[in-house]
């Protein structure tokens, strides 16, 4: 079974003005074995940008800015564990 992950990082012109493009190249500058990043259209999540969404996981990140993608590289892709204080409040109500 395979147990590839993708991230998708809208690059739709609201999530482009807020720093979208930054977000997509810094996942690509550290790659992660298994992990495909991609950029992808619109979301559909306008105005909380910029979106990460992380597949097959169906775990929304809000928000993000590049500063913090090796936070989400480290503790979600590598060690498994959703970044909390990132999560999307719509998709991830806190408990």
Request: aromatic share 6%.
């Amino acid at each position: 079974m395979s147990n590839n992950k993708t991230i998708r990082v809208c690059q739709n012109r609201t999530c482009r003005k807020q720093g979208a493009k930054e977000v997509l190249a810094a996942f690509k500058a550290s790659p992660v074995s298994g992990v495909n990043v991609e950029g992808s259209s619109c979301l559909g999540q306008c105005g909380n940008g910029p979106m990460v969404l992380v597949l097959p996981d169906m775990v929304w990140y809000s928000g993000v800015q590049a500063s913090e993608v090796p936070v989400v590289i480290k503790q979600h892709l590598l060690c498994g564990e959703k970044v909390t204080q990132m999560l999307y409040y719509r998709f991830h109500p806190q408990a």
